[in-house]
T-cell receptor, first 112, second 116 residues
Framework: GENVEQHPSTLSVQEGDSAVIKCTYSDSASNYFPWYKQELGKGPQLIIDIRSNVGEKKDQRIAVTLNKTAKHFSLHITETQPEDSAVYFC???????????FGTGTKLQVIP | ETGVTQTPRHLVMGMTNKKSLKCEQHLGHNAMYWYKQSAKKPLELMFVYNFKEQTENNSVPSRFSPECPNSSHLFLHLHTLQPEDSALYLC???????????????FGPGTRLTVL
């Protein structure tokens, strides 16, 4: 089955700096890569996703990149703000009725 | 209510108790999921229901018993749990369609379960 590895497990950045979280996956059939943000006391919330027909996607301060050859994808947050502090999960799925496999999470702390 | 709701938000139970977790989705989705979230572990998929039919059971012990009476409601019945079952239990829903569709899942806030 699919195996998703995520690094780093914790990340501290100064407000205004950029943060990068990296994930690798094992199943070459995976073609859907969502990213979730989980704030304290809440469930994970989908913030952005990328599908295998594109290499990069941006949404304001958040961007994701995908390298299918190397089987890795990354989340980039620019101009970080204290409200970006949360746990971020990457995930991978072959799509359709196939299950979504999650990484172990990255706890991001943005220091004011 | 909007999105995915879960009750109760917190639950403390003894190993001999019987309790149930409830999940309701207001998104018109046709698939619902139970996940277990433990510290420093990936989200563990427990059960999947697609159009009210259980399509996946990830080797979950029988002390966890799911029930899906309709496509909007999902229950997780708990009995004779162990302390290691203490975790955050998350419910999610998605709209599964054609095989080429993407399984975008929407999560509830979770139930924090403590087994004494």
């Amino acid at each position: 089955g699919e195996n998703v590895e995520q690094h780093p497990s914790t990340l501290s950045v100064q407000e205004g700096d950029s943060a990068v979280i990296k994930c690798t996956y094992s199943d070459s059939a995976s073609n859907y890569f969502p990213w979730y943000k989980q704030e304290l006391g809440k469930g994970p919330q989908l913030i952005i996703d990328i599908r295998s027909n594109v290499g990069e996607k941006k949404d304001q301060r958040i961007a994701v990149t995908l390298n299918k050859t190397a089987k890795h994808f990354s989340l980039h947050i620019t101009e970080t703000q204290p409200e970006d502090s949360a746990v971020y999960f990457c995930a991978a799925s072959p799509g359709g009725y196939q299950k979504v496999t999650f990484g172990t999470g990255t706890k991001l702390q943005v220091i004011p | 209510e909007t999105g995915v709701t879960q009750t109760p938000r917190h639950l403390v139970m003894g190993m001999t108790n019987k309790k149930s977790l409830k999940c309701e989705q207001h998104l018109g989705h046709n698939a619902m999921y139970w996940y277990k979230q433990s510290a420093k572990k990936p989200l563990e998929l427990m059960f999947v229901y697609n159009f009210k039919e259980q399509t996946e059971n990830n080797s979950v012990p029988s002390r966890f018993s799911p029930e899906c009476p309709n496509s909007s409601h999902l229950f997780l019945h708990l009995h004779t749990l162990q302390p290691e079952d203490s975790a955050l239990y998350l419910c999610a829903s998605s709209q599964l369609g054609q095989p080429t569709s993407y399984n975008e899942q929407f999560f509830g806030p979770g139930t924090r379960l403590t087994v004494l």
